[in-house]
């Protein structure tokens, strides 16, 4: 099996919660995932998120997908 590529996608959770002067923890119990988790998300070492998931966070940052996941393809 070849050796798994990095992804490019890049999360942009910092900046949606420090404009909403919101804590990680605070976005966790409102979307009701674990920080552990939300924190994987937010230091780009996630390799998958549930629609749910992400449905929530919109929801609760009161954004779009596109707001919170970007492609670096540099």
Avoid: W, Y
Wanted: net charge negative.
């Amino acid at each position: 099996m070849p050796p798994e590529e990095p992804h490019q996608i890049k999360v942009r959770l910092d900046r949606l919660l420090a404009e909403r002067d919101m804590t990680l923890a605070e976005l966790a119990e409102r979307v009701g995932v674990t920080v552990v988790n939300l924190s994987i998300l937010k230091n780009d070492r996630a390799k998958a998120i549930r629609f749910t998931t992400l449905s929530a966070i919109c929801r609760e940052l009161g954004c779009q997908p596109g707001d919170i996941l970007t492609f670096d393809g540099s």
